[in-house]
């Protein structure tokens, strides 16, 4: 067993100059969790060297949370499988959420945003636009509006509707 974690530590290491952080980090936690070296704490394990990952280059944790675990487990099946695409977009999407709620943190609040820089659910983006909410989450999660996810929820800002609608033309 120690032999193949050090093969592994070796291929990471000999990629970790090519790669972002980001795809280095999610990749040293699939190779991790796939090759199981402990009798207990694998996951979490796996989940903290994630995070060591990240920390060293600056990025906030990734923090898997428990409603995302089904798609968790998915996207390292897909990994199993040879396609760590999925896997790489999971860890970064947890590492965005981070920052996000770091970024939300540290922001002064002096005064209350005018009602176009309002964060609203996409359920209410819609009123008085010609789309619906699902073209809304597809621009969101192609990333063609700014847009941010809350838990399961989509919010974006009259502004980023109107910014969108004039890039059209």
């Not at 990471?12 to 790669?19: E, P, Q």
């Not at 796996?46 to 798609?71: C, D, E, M």
């Not at 860890?91 to 943190?105: C, D, I, Q």
Request: proline fraction near 7%; aromatic fraction near 8%.
């Amino acid at each position: 067993m120690q032999g193949r974690f050090r093969r592994e530590e070796a291929k990471l290491k000999s990629s970790a100059k090519n790669i972002h952080p980001v795809e280095l980090a999610a990749q040293a936690h699939h190779r991790l969790v796939a090759i199981h070296p402990f009798m207990d704490s694998n996951g979490r394990t796996a989940r903290l060297v994630i995070n060591l990952i990240l920390f060293k280059p600056g990025y906030p944790p990734a923090v898997i949370l428990r409603i995302n675990r089904k798609q968790y487990y998915q996207v390292l099946m897909q990994a199993d499988a040879g396609k760590n695409d999925p896997l790489n977009s999971f860890v970064g999407r947890s590492v965005e959420r981070s920052l996000t709620l770091y970024l939300e943190a540290c922001a002064p609040k002096t005064k209350r945003p005018s009602p176009s820089d309002q964060w609203i659910p996409l359920a209410q983006a819609v009123e008085g636009t010609p789309y619906s909410q699902e073209y809304l989450s597809l621009l969101a999660r192609q990333g063609r509006i700014e847009a941010i996810k809350r838990g399961r929820v989509w919010y974006t800002t009259r502004k980023a509707i109107k910014a969108y609608r004039d890039s059209l033309g």
